[in-house]
């Protein structure tokens, strides 16, 4: 028994208690004849006193610990005479009777603190003391917390969890596969899942009825900082369901999370909003609505006046932003010089100041009266106080542009609070892209997606008219999840097959076994898939999904602190009937 | 909205509710002028009355219904004349009003019935289906639930599940890793976990204090009936403890699972028995303890009366069968047949029958006296009535295969009922085993395994005497798990590396970011895996883990299912910088 208690927990109500702890030398300080140690572990950090005049060997003991040093104490409980309210121990201090040393330590390369001195690059290679950080494990327990508390909720609404393979077959369609030589099947590859999606569809084929894994799945694709080639998926699906009845299960389990782990209460069903409003109110399917600041067109206000940049746009819109009349020339300097980052890619920006006078100043003066500014500003809502910006161009394009000037006003205003939550559901995607560089169609979301009903004898005459049963959840800008009804009727099926273009050959060798289970009886059914952490990431404040996951890889798709991948033996090689064929230069 | 209600729940209480249901078709019957089905979903099955005079077209549509259709139907609950006592709803049946086909069926490959005509072949082929049949669903549902059960017990005990990564770096040591090649490092392989250890430590190196995952874990290894290139570990990690600590929790959490799924509450500690006495008492580390009938060793009592088989043997020794006197000539020549089949390998068997008049019959009476046999009796403790059966050789090798013929005496006793569960702990395994091939020490579980403390001295004496601070959870004869303690100090694990013959450059090249780890001060620490596939199947009383497998592979390593590993496209080959080497002959 090394402790009988942790370092965490300890209050006034243990005083005169004797007590054994172990933990992490925090920080060691001498102070006249006493020395005073901050004992550390994941519970919490407790004060240990050693006093030189009462025992002085004990006492040099304690002064020869370093940073991170283990050690187990055991000592009474008092009351501090100076106490600590930055830590719930902080009312108690063990006068420490016996000091076992655990195990010592080299300096660590960077301080083990919330806010510590090590750089990005030092904290990834040393990633198990980056763990040590309170701030970092926090992110951690919460992602236990949150995944538990899924389970929770799902297991009570008779979902299973059903483990599915890792190790499946390739198909060539979508992003990039990782693959697994497969040494007794010389030639022959596994792939790593990029989603159970095929196995939870075979699931509900099997009567599993509702479904549910929390399932690692795996892209080989070029990496950013949301993006991680092994990431975790909350994966679900139902049956005898239509739309509603999925999108009322997740509402309840995005609630469940936010009441039992962030204390949150949604009142209300999650707004709905339909994937066209989204384009032309925010430019996205993934609107941040913690703020309004809709867009507003222009396009038939501005017309005629000969200002050639909006009469040539397919587009003129605008936003709104309350009580930034007094934006500077320097600040809307800034923002023109943000909307024409090449990221972003606008030309220019019009803004419209609606002065304290009722009177209007804008960039386009030249070209547009006072009247037909007050005309804008009208479509608008504008107050006196208020700022007009407008971007034109073609149409996809400036609106896109125009969501991210919103968003970034947003956050300049300070719209876009981390505490404040606000989600919403996007409705009624298109079933189908257009690409015009292969001339076809794309399935939006995967070829299983089921056309809304209505929109069926849309298929023949305006394919790219019809809407899907697809759906996504979206939470502060952020794409949590989505999902949609699948297609169950064959006939259905094959003609979407067709619409995308493939040959019959094709789609037996790519999803052969979907269609080939679906002979037998295949129910209706949905489903939708969370993307784990990014749920965590918003949850806890986070930029990038990196700092949830324990032993994240970087961009290049390394693990820096074991070094992964590395070079394996001929042998092994030999075994998998492989030969590398690496180009001079890499 | 496909249903109100599941085909399971409608009951007594429920009648003249008009309810719909969906599902599939189980059985399709005419009966004068009434046709009868039962409908089928996860939940139960619900008979559906359709009467000819009251509604013919109905009826004609519910008539022209095939095994396996998906149907949707309304109708009033009523209760039935004829009940049926073996399903939960035979009290009642539904007089349907109307019904929707929602799917058609072909014709399934095989009965989807707990007892089917289907092959194992077949069934794995068309796992959708065979997973429709309850007693194989059921299987996968209690996974779920002891899966579900061991989380919220471990959470319940402050442990965080921590997802470690699944591509990770290869190390050469131990089964043979599954790889997967590395298209932005070209020519650099991840491999896929064999299990979380290395990470585990890392993260109690981390101050993550107690951890848990139910986690996936990959061996490249060729299969049996127990083994899967998949499979999956309940992975756990605990800091600052002893044995004690974990044997304690870890037995708390598999009562946990005894009381919660089985309802089988265990009382008392689990019994302990170490190692030796596994091998001295049972001829095994997973000794099968329903049943005693003990191992007795008579070597000094055979010797010198002229047997050679006995006399030029390094064991002698047996079991007494209770009451089996009685076995006839063919019984006792089956069991000698039995112990000299090749995998078991035995040379011969010694029968003594101890006869009701108190005399004894042996198939060595030509060597030993009554006297004789009488002392070999009194050792066993043998009645009249009882059978003993004696082997004799190799000691390490006459214990093993007694051990098979204790168990296959156990089976044809009925001693070894699937329904009672006789867990214990093996304690105290040797830390080393010798390999005498390459002549050199191996790690019985692996290179960071603790020594117990008093047996460090004998590091330097006799190795092979050291004892290891390592445990195995078994029951009814099945290991379940097993873990240690960890050796936490650099100077001892310096000195384990250099008795497993390892160089620094090996050491620091396998477990190089262990060892450095290790410098930042690592805390006392040590755990336990559980084989959640092995624990479901002692669960669900399963011969196979494939059994609770969702998409088992089967001993190529293959999904029959959809014919995974395939080809890949040279294309993609080529990204990998990859060749294929393909012999001649396969």
Not at 515 to 537: I, N, W
């Amino acid at each position: 028994m090394y402790r009988t208690r942790t370092c965490g927990e300890l209050r006034l109500s243990d005083v005169n208690q004797v007590v054994a702890l172990a933990g992490w030398v925090q920080k060691n300080r001498k102070m006249g004849g006493m020395s005073f140690i901050d004992i550390r572990d994941r519970y919490g950090i407790t004060q240990l006193v050693f006093n030189q005049e009462s025992n002085l060997e004990l006492c040099e003991q304690a002064n020869k610990l370093g940073r991170e040093f283990v050690i187990q104490v055991t000592g009474t409980v008092k009351e501090r005479s100076s106490k600590n309210k930055n830590i719930e121990t902080g009312d108690v201090e063990i006068i420490v009777s016996d000091l076992k040393l655990l195990n010592a330590s080299e300096v660590p390369p960077f301080t083990i603190d919330d806010e510590t001195d090590g750089g990005d690059e030092l904290r990834m290679q040393y990633r198990y003391l980056d763990l040590r950080r309170a701030v970092v494990r926090k992110n951690l327990e919460l992602r236990h917390k949150m995944a538990f508390e899924t389970r929770r909720f799902l297991d009570a609404q008779n979902f299973m969890e059903v483990e599915t393979p890792v190790l499946i077959k390739s198909t060539p369609e979508g992003a990039r596969d990782f693959v697994v030589p497969s040494r007794m099947n010389p030639g022959e590859f596994y792939a790593l899942p990029q989603s159970p999606q095929l196995f939870k569809q075979l699931l509900m084929v099997s009567g599993f009825d509702r479904y549910f894994q929390i399932a690692k799945c795996f892209r080989d694709e070029d990496l950013r900082a949301d993006r991680q080639p092994e990431f975790t998926q909350i994966d679900c699906e139902m049956s005898f369901v239509e739309q509603e009845d999925v999108l009322n299960i997740f509402e309840g389990l995005a609630k469940h999370l936010f009441s039992t782990i962030k204390g949150v209460d949604i009142q209300g069903d999650f707004p709905r909003m339909t994937w066209a409003d989204g384009m032309k109110y925010y430019g996205s399917d993934k609107p941040d609505i913690r703020f309004e600041m809709k867009f507003v067109e222009l396009k038939d206000l501005t017309e005629g006046k000969n200002f050639v940049v909006f009469d040539s746009a397919e587009y003129v819109g605008g936003i709104c932003a309350e009580g930034c009349a007094s934006f500077t020339r320097k600040q809307l300097d800034e923002l023109t010089d943000f909307v024409k980052r090449p990221q972003i890619g606008a030309k220019g920006m019009v803004y419209v100041r609606c002065e304290a006078d009722g009177t209007y100043k804008s960039s386009v003066d030249k070209f547009y009266s006072q009247e037909d500014l007050k005309a804008w500003g009208e479509r608008f809502g504008a107050k006196s106080g208020d700022l007009i910006l407008i971007l034109s161009g073609e149409t996809e394009k400036a609106q896109k542009q125009l969501c991210e000037l919103r968003l970034e006003m947003g956050s300049r205003l300070g719209l876009r609070d981390k505490n404040v939550f606000a989600p919403l559901w996007i409705v009624d995607f298109p079933l189908f892209e257009w690409d015009a560089d292969s001339n076809r169609f794309f399935a939006m979301h995967h070829p299983f997606t089921s056309p809304k009903p209505e929109d069926i004898p849309l298929l023949d005459t305006a394919p790219g008219k019809v809407r899907a049963n697809a759906y996504d959840m979206v939470i502060n800008g952020v794409e949590l999840g989505g999902g949609s009804i699948r297609i169950h009727d064959s006939a259905l099926q094959k003609r979407m097959f067709e619409l995308l273009g493939f040959t019959d050959e094709q789609a037996q060798y790519q999803f052969g076994f979907l269609m080939d289970a679906f002979k037998y009886g295949a129910p209706p059914h949905g489903g939708l898939a969370f993307g784990l952490d990014r749920f965590v990431s918003l949850f806890a404040g986070l930029d990038s999904i990196r700092d949830c996951i324990a032993f994240p890889k970087n961009n290049s798709g390394r693990d820096v602190m074991n070094d992964a991948p590395s070079r394996i033996d001929q042998a092994q090689l030999d075994e998998l009937s492989l030969v590398l064929n690496l180009k001079e230069q890499k």
